[in-house]
């Protein structure tokens, strides 16, 4: 069997790699703590739950639209009115089998083969098999801890070429929490526009910023813009729906129906139960998630104050999403010398699992999940302290 060439190119997921060793030890009987998948630890919203029983119980199980339900559609223009004041209506929005499907089916639709897209660095370990599978060239621009890990003009301009066709942004972070101020993001979409490229905004965690920081999304700049910039968001991070499936875009009339297109030819539609849930997510009460904000800023507060404490270790303080990033490759040795083995050996001896800075684009560093309980956290991380320093 000859597999087809562009998929030869493209590695697993990293992080679903981390947790499924993680789940075979645990299976022979070992103790583990993951803190590798950038998942919440708390449910859903109970009203959330709710509508989607709700919908069972009406038999609401036939096909839908493929862009989503007139009403989800109507929702998640409401969003983007409510939280950036920006005149979004249904047509401007698109419902897709979680975010990942949403940014995927963006690179299809705008990507050219030999294209190339800038992504700045460290970033999601989707972003790059994504831009191959379109045809793509994924250009990374790296950034450090130094700058808290966020790229600016001056570093996306030396990496641009005539080729460039995308820019890729992503704030919160994932894998760093790095989030951009309003003037950074403003700085960065008004080269970016200058320069005739199109920007997609990838806005996940845009709901988890922690004071006194706060959210800069794109939607103002796909208001004045809307041919040059898309946003992508969801509910799996912020309304702890990841197993649900559900991300929206919001972008030009033309875009979505390019993006139904792809959809329509894919997946279809995005399950109708999922799509009531999301329904009531968006129209719903946000109270949880300021006890979501709250919780998440103080497991970050435990874990920045411990590893503080590790020699040769430095870790930028993030201001969203609920990861850590810090650079210990002061700590590799001729046993352990790059991010993937310190991982390896930090699961098999401490039981610890975490995700190698190598899949993210920066092997100096390890990501670090603290959406687990306070107790939990402080366990790993002492674990974690005793196998590197004692």
């Known amino acids: 069997m000859k597999i087809s060439d562009r998929l030869m190119q493209v590695k697993p997921s990293a992080t679903l790699a981390v947790n499924a060793k993680a789940l075979e030890l645990k299976a022979q009987g070992r103790e583990i703590i993951s803190l590798s998948v950038g998942e919440p630890d708390v449910p859903p919203p109970a009203h959330i739950g709710a509508a989607a029983k709700k919908a069972i119980d009406e038999n609401f199980t036939r096909y839908t639209a493929v862009p989503g339900i007139p ?14 004041g920006v005149d979004a209506a249904a047509e401007h929005t698109i419902v897709t089998n979680g975010g990942k499907q949403a940014l995927y089916n963006l690179f299809q639709a705008l990507l050219n083969p030999g294209d190339e897209v800038l992504i700045p660095a460290p970033y999601w370990v989707s972003y790059p098999a994504m831009v191959q599978l379109a045809g793509g060239t994924p250009v990374p621009v790296a950034s450090g801890p130094e700058t808290g890990f966020k790229t600016c003009v001056e570093e996306l301009q030396r990496h ?12 919160p972070s994932n894998p760093t929490g790095a989030c951009y101020t309003r003037h950074e993001i403003d700085t960065i979409a008004a080269w970016a526009i200058e320069n005739g490229l199109f ?34 968001n969801g509910l799996a991070k912020s309304f702890s729906m990841t197993g649900w499936r559900v991300g929206y875009v919001l972008a030009h009339p033309d875009l979505i129906k390019a993006l139904g297109k792809i959809q329509g030819q894919s997946t279809s539609n995005v399950c109708s139960i999922a799509q009531k849930a999301a329904l009531a997510a968006l129209t719903g009460p946000f109270d949880a998630l300021d006890t979501l904000r709250e919780s998440y800023a103080r497991r970050r507060d435990i874990a920045l ?23 210990v490759h002061r700590l590799y040795t001729d046993a352990t010398p790059d991010s993937a083995t310190l991982c390896t050996r930090l699961m098999e001896s401490a039981g610890v699992a975490l995700v190698p800075g190598a899949a993210f684009g920066d092997d100096r ?9 306070e107790q939990t956290l402080r366990d790993a991380l002492s674990k974690i302290s005793n196998v590197l320093f004692s």
């Open 71 to 84: 009403e989800l559609r109507d929702a998640v223009a409401g969003y983007f009115r409510r939280f950036y």
């Open 160 to 171: 641009m070429t005539p080729r460039t066709r995308v820019l890729l942004l992503n704030s």
């Open 199 to 232: 920007i997609i905004s990838d806005e996940i965690y845009d709901q988890l910023v922690y004071a006194p920081a706060s959210p800069a999304g794109l939607a103002p700049w796909w208001q004045s813009n809307p041919e040059q910039v898309c946003v992508v």
């Open 305 to 327: 104050d411990i590893i503080s404490g590790w020699k040769n270790v430095v870790c930028p303080r993030p201001d969203g999403a609920f990861y850590l990033f810090p650079d």
């Open 365 to 373: 560093c390890v990501r670090i999940s603290y959406a687990v309980s």
